[in-house]
């Protein structure tokens, strides 16, 4: 007897060129996918950076008159100043928009980079981690589709960015579009290069948090670049040019515009995407290029608990952040020597300085700490929402939380961990800039005030801190979706603490911030009453949150 044998037909793959006519078929679905589903975030982001820039413009044109800019041009000279600023250009005639150019660039991409970074990796390795990038490569969609989209979207994104902001320049004093237009856009350009390191950094790490961290500490060795070019030379050395952040920098908006720098963010970002295509081919599908550590056969007990969960989910973005803040607050009690010698002349020449930080001279030194410990504390309220709110959601849309419950963990355990960790974390990172910033006066020889006050500082402003934490917190307790509004509280909190003096908000609105409840540091004495009514909120707003989130349903995943 005979057997016949049909002739097999090997099904195609899923990445096949046959089945979907092109690596890239399905491009333009997954960025309206992508543009939908970021829509909101991504229109933050667009209103955020158009107010820094029309605030910054706005804020150096009305407060400070020419002598006021001409001391803050001999800071910038200072390595404090070329650090947390920029080269230096324009500093012998420094106007309003030349001070933006050179002081608002840095932060600018510093804001667009972390963006660009957290956009790939959501829409690239994260999908991946989830396997919904599986899901999605399963119809028809070509290999490259999803990572043409991310990068589509992105540069949607920042052009979108380079223009309001360029518009939002225009509030400024002597306003150019053109010179807006190139500062804008040389940040983006450079925030784009960034962006494609992260594609790179997604090929070699199997996670998400690795490949945002790599990708984090890329551009922090780019900054740190960026300051040692500039530091051995104003206006910049040769070293400097090795770093994309001084690209954008080097356009030299609103003192001498020129565009060809912004071609080197053009050629890296070409160069970074060839290498992440390359690294790609020799990858597995949902793997790294690096293997991950092999972990202990037996979990330690030390991990059995929430808040050993919690404090390995958060302690990576506490400690970065701890060292970072700890670096930038140092620089800045470093620069508490130069505002000695230019405090006379500021304050004497200058009424609106005067109602910002005082008419004594004397004084001075305290009013300035005092401004600067509030951005501290606005730093670390920020890195405060992303600990409790976003971590929490991001474990409960990943349908981490659900599996988590399903063990022996109540939901009071498991979010007064996180909420534990959060609060302890944001008190910690504020204890450690105070710390730094009192380290930094002492050693450039300021010895006043004394480490008594910067400890009254810390005892004051801590529960404004915690509260922000606890707000967040009961909003996702209670409406998740809404847990966004203390962006908002904190966009507020910066305009009526820095300028309400000035426009002379009334009290019944300046009261909404919580920091207007304490003492201020350095400038009034420590009053315990504030700090202990403050704190009385956070506890409710914590049990409010425990409730609230003990009484809704838990989502099982995005």
Known sequence: MTTSTAPTHRAPAPDDRSRGGSPLTGTLAITRHILRRDRVRMSVWVLSMAAFIAYFSVALSSIFDDSALAARAEVMRTPSGIVMGGPGYGLDDYAPMVA?????????????????????????????????????RASAVGPLAPVAAALLTLVLHLMVIAAVGALASLAGEDPSLVDGLGMMSGSALSALVFGAVALVTCQITASARGATGLGLAVFAVAFVIRAAGDMIELEGSALSWFSPVAWAQQMRAFVDLRWWPALLSIAATAVLLVLAASLARRRDFGQGLTADRAGRAHALASLSTPIAMAWRQQRATLLWCGLGMALMWFATGTMLSTMNDLASELVADNPALGALFGTDPADFTESFLAVML??????????????????????????????????????????????????????????????????????????????????????????????FAALSAALYAWVPRAAGLTWLLLAFVLVAQMFGAIFDFPDALLGISPFHWVSEPFVEDFEAGGALAVTAVVAILYLLALVGFRRREVQSGS
């Open 374 to 467: 509030l951005f501290v504390a606005l730093c670390v309220v920020a890195v405060a929402i992303v600990t409790t709110h976003q971590y929490c959601r991001s474990e409960e849309t990943a349908g981490r939380l659900e599996i988590v419950l399903a063990g022996p963990v109540s939901r009071w355990r498991w979010l007064g961990a996180q909420l534990l960790v959060s609060g302890i974390g944001a008190a910690a990172l504020f204890a450690l800039s105070v710390v730094a910033m009192w380290i930094g006066a002492i050693l450039v020889g300021i010895d006043e005030p004394e480490l008594p006050a910067y400890l009254a500082a810390f005892a004051s402003y801590a529960p404004p801190i915690v509260l």
């Open 100 to 136: 933006v150019a050179n002081e608002g660039t840095t932060w600018t991409v510093l804001a667009l980079s972390i963006m660009a970074i957290l956009h790939v990796v959501r829409h690239t390795r994260a999908e991946e981690e989830s396997a919904r990038a599986e899901l999605v």
